[in-house]
């Protein structure tokens, strides 16, 4: 599908008049090849005034108004864009503002309230977030149409305009334009309208978390129904600026590590015990309040749960901390002083002497920070469900001759930093931590936004790790599987680290099926519900626009309107696109599997081993053409056949182990095929016993004389 069939296919109705005029500049694009324009000639220093205008090859006059003219429709579709964005926003602003005033006069008792007047209010809030929804779709469409259009320009006109017009639609307020003061008004109402209620609470100076954590990765096209997903539940954190209050805050973390990347190599391989450390700070601007975390990885299988710990300082004591000089005493008479109690003391004093010798022993200097927006979901002080959306990620080195020496111990923010030594990550990352009784108990908000196919899930995804990977390739032993993700390849080169990009020949190729793209870049996953249609032809080979799913209609027609056959698909097919709609799920893999999974077959082993003993036994002991021979002889190949079978049952099990394979490890047929053979051999062995017994008592019988 051309691009402007898609544009057309894909346009709101009632805005079908603000778009960008696709077709025209495609048209004049068209004309201008037709009169071979001429390249100006960019060495050409002196003019005449009485020379007449250059021809071009066909001999006739070069007509530059035309060019000019393109540039000057190019201009309009953009000031018309960013005034059609501005007044919607205007618009949503107005009716959230208007919603969120009834609201106040509702829950304050001084106009009527009921139920159904609450449902009305939030039906409008509802409509504003759609509305906004629909308007990020808009300017995505006209961001894609400028690109397109200036890609065709540059590839069938001599004069290039593609990199300034590029730069120039970065600039554009309807692209660039923050915002998320609308969702924060929509937090705020929907928290109106659900009760919830802040509880005081005391932040204490060392904390403790044990959290259940997934990690997603999200597209920049699907941020902010994510966000208004998550919202309509939990309140968004906010966050107060000189501009006013805001969705999301800039979050430094500082990674201490030593040159053998000991930290790094201990959290990729998930070793047990193994730890990261590093300093945080929140807000723009130099750091004033600096937190120290240590994470500690534990092994779940074990009974154990990771944990973090962190503890609070000055941003003048993080040198002496990294240097050994920390004065711990007078920091323990500062805790009592403040009234901590002698248990609070203790624990904040044996984490701080646990870091400060963790940093001595290991060499550990500042390594490579994380720099990303973070927007947090969460009822105040309750950690049932948790929902972090971190945007703007980048990593950046910080091995430099600064905190190399110790001057500094993050880098200096005035210096450019080299391209070689930042990495931009291109999508957003969402992390939902879950603090339940029971894993049944998840709410049903957040399976539905799992499965709603915005989310990415990335099995144990860490920004310090990646980081790490893609700024120090020379130094890692190893790299995480998620490196191999096509949509990572050009953040990856961009940062010199292309040697990661080779074909892997380690353990990395075994993980393929846990990465959420395929080679092309595409989702694997064919979700039943998305935000923006899936992927379909682009209008210049090799490219991919939006389009629509391979699933969607799965039943459609199949049964032309007959009701019974209807009925009969019914459950088929929503067992069907819910399967479509599944997620890749990660196979939680323990030490303890490759010994059942060694169990297991040596339990078959012993039941085979047991059988061919028997017949074994039978066949040396018997006389020569008994029936027991024949009984024998059975039971045999039965057993040797759950040797074979043990055998492959094992091999793919260990593989499908070490892999992780999504699909079922169990064998529903099997064991009953198995045991058929074994009760038919039985029941052979049994019917010829009972004749031979009713063959000999006939016998007898007929060898009696009557009395």
Wanted: negative net charge; glycine residues 4%.
């Amino acid at each position: 599908m051309k691009f402007g069939e898609y544009l057309r296919n894909q346009k709101t109705p009632e805005w079908q008049n603000y778009y960008l005029d696709y077709d025209q500049l495609k048209t004049m694009i068209k004309e201008l090849e037709v009169i071979h324009l001429a390249v100006a000639p960019v060495n050409q220093r002196t003019a005449s005034l009485s020379v007449p205008i250059p021809t071009n090859a066909a001999g006739m006059p070069v007509e530059h108004l035309s060019q000019e003219k393109f540039y000057a429709v190019l201009e309009q579709e953009m000031r018309k864009i960013e005034q059609f964005t501005k007044k919607q926003v205007e618009d949503i602003r107005r009716a959230l503002s208007e919603a969120e005033r009834k609201i106040n006069l509702a829950l304050a008792g001084l106009t009527a309230r009921s139920e159904s007047e609450l449902e009305v209010l939030k039906s409008q809030v509802e409509q504003a977030g759609e509305d906004f929804l629909k308007l990020e779709k808009y300017v995505n469409l006209n961001f894609m149409g400028f690109h397109k259009i200036l890609k065709k320009h540059d590839k069938r006109l001599p004069n290039p305009c593609r990199v300034f017009y590029t730069a120039r639609l970065h600039e554009q307020s309807w692209v660039r334009g923050d915002y998320s003061d609308v969702l924060v008004t929509m937090s705020r109402v929907y928290s109106k309208l659900r009760g919830d209620r802040e509880v005081e609470g005391e932040e204490n100076a060392k904390q403790d978390f044990v959290r259940s954590t997934r990690k997603y990765w999200v597209h920049t096209e699907h941020i902010s129904a994510v966000k208004y997903s998550v919202l309509q539940h939990l309140p968004v954190f906010l966050q107060k600026t000189m501009a006013g209050e805001t969705d999301s805050q800039l979050v430094n973390s500082v990674y201490l590590d030593n040159y053998s990347m000991e930290l790094y190599h201990g959290r990729l391989e998930k070793s047990p015990g193994a730890i990261a450390l590093r300093f945080r700070w929140y807000g723009t601007g130099t750091p004033e309040t600096v937190f120290v975390e240590r994470k500690t990885h534990r092994e779940s299988w074990a009974g154990e749960l990771s944990v973090k710990e962190r503890f609070i300082i000055n941003e003048t004591q993080v040198p002496s901390l990294l240097a050994g000089t920390f004065d711990v005493d007078g920091e323990v008479k500062k805790l009592r002083a403040k009234g901590k109690s002698e248990e609070d003391v203790k624990e904040w004093l044996d984490l701080n002497t646990e870091v400060i010798q963790a940093i001595n022993s290991k060499q550990l200097v500042p390594t490579m920070r994380t720099q990303y927006m973070r927007t947090a979901f969460q009822i105040p002080f309750d950690a049932t469900v948790r929902v972090s959306l971190d945007t703007n990620l980048c990593m950046i080195s910080e091995r430099t001759k600064d905190t190399m020496s110790g001057q500094r111990w993050y880098r200096d923010p005035s210096q450019a930093v080299p391209l070689t030594e930042i990495t931009r990550f291109p999508h957003a990352v969402l992390e939902i931590k879950l603090q339940l009784e029971d894993e049944s108990k998840t709410p049903q908000w957040v399976n539905d936004l799992i499965n709603s196919g915005m989310l990415l899930e990335v099995h144990k995804f860490s920004k310090f790790i990646h980081g790490c990977a893609v700024l120090m390739p020379d130094d890692v032993r190893a790299v995480p599987y998620w490196i191999d993700d096509a949509t990572l390849a050009d953040s990856i080169g961009q940062s010199g680290a292309s040697k990661l990009l080779e074909e892997s020949t380690g353990a990395n190729q075994y993980y393929n099926h846990l990465l959420p793209h395929d080679a092309t870049g595409e989702i694997k996953q064919s979700p039943k519900k998305r935000v923006q249609p899936d992927l379909i032809e682009g209008e210049e080979q090799g490219e991919a626009i939006p389009g629509s799913s391979a699933w969607a209609g799965l039943c459609d027609g199949v049964c032309d309107g007959d009701a019974t056959c209807d009925d009969f698909l019914e459950h088929y097919c929503e067992f069907a696109e819910a399967a479509a709609s599944e997620r890749i799920t990660v196979q939680k893999v323990e030490p303890k599997l490759f010994f059942a999974n060694e169990r297991t077959f040596i339990s078959w082993l012993q039941m085979s081993v047991m059988m061919s003993s028997i017949a074994i036994g039978i066949l040396a002991f018997s006389a020569r053409h008994s029936q027991s021979q024949a009984i024998a002889v059975l039971l045999m190949p039965i057993s040797l056949i759950f040797v074979i079978y043990a055998l492959r049952t094992f091999l793919v099990r260990n593989e499908k182990i070490k892999t992780r394979d999504a699909n079922r490890w169990d064998d529903p047929y099997g064991p009953v095929i198995l045991t058929s053979f074994l009760i038919l051999t039985l029941t052979v062995q049994f019917v010829l016993k009972v004749a031979a017994m009713l063959k000999e008592g006939n016998a007898t019988t007929e060898s009696t004389p009557a009395n």
